[in-house]
């Protein structure tokens, strides 16, 4: 069982930057790929960014390319998503997830645990 705590959520104007945290219950870079995930009011769950289990290989939806950073500390048992040249369309609720395997994935049916969300509301 991995318990997963998302942090760093806030409100930013257009432009601007943050910074989430999901802080895991135990080690996970060693068994997980990490990703995280968002929603939008009145939209589906969408899939932002992943990383593989030895944190060597990064994926990013097309949306957020070149703007967030997904990255590891295997010693704070943390994923980061450094994200920049935020947009009021990047206003959801963003969600850290854990699968049980090795290699990057966009699926959320590959995650097994989730965390309960953070809010990043960005204004224009």
């Known amino acids: 069982q991995v318990q997963l705590v998302e942090s760093g959520g806030g409100l930013v104007q257009t432009g601007g930057s943050l910074r989430l945290s999901c802080a895991a219950s135990?080690?996970?870079?060693?068994?997980?790929?990490m990703g995280w995930f968002r929603q939008a009011p009145g939209k589906e769950r969408e899939f932002v960014a992943s990383?593989?289990?030895?944190?060597?290989?990064?994926y990013y939806a097309e949306a957020v390319k070149d703007r967030f950073t997904i990255s590891g500390d295997n010693a704070k048992n943390t994923v980061y998503l450094q994200m920049n040249s935020l947009k009021p369309e990047d206003t959801a609720v963003y969600y850290c997830?854990?699968?049980?395997?090795?290699?990057?994935?966009?699926?959320?049916?590959?995650?097994?645990?989730w965390g309960q969300g953070t809010q990043v509301t960005v204004s224009s």
């Open positions: 135990r080690r996970v870079f060693s068994n997980y790929a």
């Open positions: 997830a854990a699968a049980p395997q090795k290699y990057i994935t966009r699926n959320d049916y590959d995650y097994d645990y």
């Open positions: 990383i593989s289990r030895s944190g060597g290989s990064m």
